[in-house]
């Protein structure tokens, strides 16, 4: 194979997985407009988003694993190949996450209907954001972008806990909106694992282009100097 060749391949791979990026980030807006408005219909649309992810997850697996065989690709080129295989894994995720919400809620259809003092739409928002901002972190190939989004899910993740606190408390004072309750905690972990995994995808993106590894590092700080530690590629 040709190094023409090759990278016409990476940009193949490349393209692909931005592909499954959007459908991945589309499921979950549907997924939260329809616990917004309980629109079973749009679970359908979600359902059948899942099935792609996972069609698209397996096509791009077989792909890098066939350039690794084929070319044995050395330095950047291999992290980024390992970083695709990684990202891929995690879009998937994002989708199953998508179809958990949706399923919450077909079973909060026969619930009545609960004023919850929980501000789903503004984690869901957050999350959201923190995908879109991973991805183009690795569109564009840029590990500030990237560490940008480390920095975001503490905030996240202050917000599942303070659903856990506020929920509980819900089911305590009014056990009548218990399930209304615990399907909402279930929303908010859902969410909470959205933005785990643009986190990793963002952790994914430092290493393919600074050759960094800043997971389990206990500190932004540590992605924040591999960030700017070396030009772009």
């Avoid at 998508?98 to 399923?103: P, R, V, Y």
């Avoid at 003092?117 to 957050?126: C, E, F, K, T, W």
Wanted: charged share 25%; aromatic share 2%; proline share 3%.
């Amino acid at each position: 194979m040709t190094r023409i060749r090759f990278q016409r391949s990476l940009d193949d791979l490349k393209e692909k997985l931005l592909v499954m990026a959007g459908l991945a980030e589309q499921a979950i807006q549907r997924a939260i407009e329809a616990y917004r408005v309980r629109d079973l219909s749009i679970c359908d649309l979600v359902n059948r988003s899942e099935l792609a992810i996972n069609r698209m997850e397996r096509e791009i697996d077989q792909a890098a694993l066939d350039l690794l065989a084929m070319e044995q690709p050395m330095a950047i080129d291999l992290r980024f190949i390992l970083a695709v295989i990684k990202i891929n894994a995690d879009l998937e995720r994002v989708g199953d996450a998508a179809k958990s919400i949706s399923n919450r809620v077909r079973t909060m259809e026969s619930m009545a209907q609960a004023d919850l003092p929980l501000d789903i739409p503004r984690m869901a928002s957050l999350a959201a954001n923190m995908v879109r901002k991973s991805l183009q972190a690795f569109i564009d190939g840029d590990a500030e972008i990237a560490q940008s989004v480390l920095s975001m899910d503490d905030a996240v993740d202050a917000m599942n806990r303070a659903a856990h606190i506020t929920m509980t408390e819900v089911m305590r004072d009014n056990p009548h909106m218990a399930p209304q309750a615990l399907n909402a905690l279930m929303v908010c972990r859902s969410l909470e694992r959205v933005a785990d995994h643009a986190t990793n995808i963002a952790e994914d993106v430092i290493f393919w282009v600074k050759g960094a590894d800043v997971r389990h590092k206990g500190s932004v700080e540590a992605a924040r100097l591999a960030a700017i530690q070396s030009p772009k590629p």
